[in-house]
């Protein structure tokens, strides 16, 4: 039996993430002590290392409560896993095109800008200049 301190740091979880884990459904309810203290299994362990990594990899809660789903069925097809892993590569994808959108536009504020005095600073120009950002660059930092 594992204390939530140790599931904790074994998967590099914070305590209070791992009790929000617990009251959204993505893990269970775990037994206590008489005392009232937590007590996971190794199962519970295993289930946050795989919520752990499907976070850094991205995918929205929403998504890990599918894939904890279909990983609760092991016999059923892996289509649905497949559908969720590439709806978040797409996501990456167009998060991807934005930033080197942001990035070309550093790039040219960076380019354009003289060195002279701040009154003539281009990249504090085109920061003031918020119609131009916003009609050229639509969505770009969201």
Known sequence: MLTIGTLSRKT???VQTV???E???LLREPGRTEGGQRR????????LAFIRHARQLGFSLDAIRELLELSDHPQ???????SIARRQLKQVEQRLLRLQALQKELKRMI???????????RV???????SECLTAHDDIGS
């Open 12 to 14: 590099g979880t914070k």
């Open 76 to 82: 059923q097809s892996c289509a649905d896993a497949d």
């Open 111 to 121: 380019v354009e800008c003289s060195g002279g005095q701040v009154a003539d600073c």
């Open 23 to 25: 009251q959204i459904g």
């Open 40 to 47: 996971y299994e190794e199962a519970d362990l295993d289930r």
């Open 124 to 130: 504090l120009e085109v920061l003031r200049d918020h």
């Open 19 to 21: 009790r929000y884990y």
